[in-house]
């Protein structure tokens, strides 16, 4: 079964950086734009970052805008997401995806981030 697999989360304390890393088996992972997604405990998951196919547009949700940046590598089938000057409210189990509600694959392991001091 086809699945993101995402790495790279960890304790950092407030205001500092993370990269996380996403990658599938998917062969055609080139022809869909991917987000990455945050749920925190108790919370609904939320699209935190997208970028299309190409790499070339980016959207951000508005809590991470201006320190979050979300990339891919189409020739390694990979996905990352930049994260800086984290806050503890940034805390949550961090997924990625097909932004394509129609074509994302089950939802794979997540890795956590913890902002605490």
């Known amino acids: 079964q086809v699945q993101f697999v995402e790495s790279g989360g960890g304790l950092v304390q407030p205001g500092g950086s993370l990269t996380l890393s996403c990658t599938t088996s998917?062969?055609?992972?080139?022809?869909?734009?991917v987000a990455w997604y945050r749920q925190a405990p108790g919370e609904q998951r939320e699209l935190v970052a997208g970028?299309?196919?190409?790499?070339?547009?980016?959207d951000y949700a508005g809590s991470v805008k201006g320190r979050f940046t979300i990339s891919r590598d189409n020739v390694k089938n990979m996905a990352y997401l930049q994260m800086t000057s984290l806050k503890p409210e940034d805390t949550a189990l961090y997924f990625c995806?097909?932004?394509?509600?129609?074509?994302?694959?089950?939802w794979g392991q997540g890795t956590q981030v913890t902002v605490s001091s």
């Open positions: 970028i299309d196919r190409a790499g070339t547009s980016t």
């Open positions: 995806n097909f932004q394509d509600v129609g074509r994302q694959e089950p």
């Open positions: 998917r062969s055609l992972f080139w022809l869909y734009a």
